[in-house]
């Protein structure tokens, strides 16, 4: 099955940008392929939420909160996904979760901290 490593989280003011990279190590292609791939995140006391997710035929799904801002994208060839958040905002800070589901079965990555802040 592998597993997932998320690079690109960092500390960064309200407007700016960044974008997060996930990448199935030891994932063979033929499950990372049509695998829906998915960025969670969890906030300091909530639960962790969806923020976006990617079917293997690169439907796309966004939480309210984060549409027109963050983009979801994979490249299957790489066996990675990646999110692009833009517009950041305070309200985005939270551990930001890198997610592999197949046939019912969920991978997740270590997570990667995002901060947003003046």
């Not at 003011?13 to 974008?19: A, D, F, N, T, V």
């Not at 990675?80 to 979760?97: G, H, S």
Request: glycine letters at 12%; hydrophobic letters at 30%.
């Amino acid at each position: 099955q592998g597993r997932l490593v998320e690079s690109g989280g960092g500390s960064v003011q309200p407007g700016r940008s960044l974008r997060l990279s996930c990448s199935a190590v030891g994932t063979i292609t033929s499950v990372f392929n049509p695998s829906l791939m998915g960025w969670y995140r969890q906030a300091p006391g909530k639960e962790r939420e969806m923020v976006a997710t990617i079917t293997g035929r690169r439907t796309t799904e966004y939480a309210d909160s984060v549409k027109g801002r963050f983009t979801i994208s994979r490249d299957n060839a790489r066996k990675a996904v990646y999110l692009q958040m833009n517009d950041l905002a305070p309200e985005d800070t939270a551990v930001y979760y890198c997610n592999r589901e197949l046939d019912g079965r969920n991978c997740w990555g270590q997570g990667t901290q995002v901060t947003v802040s003046a």
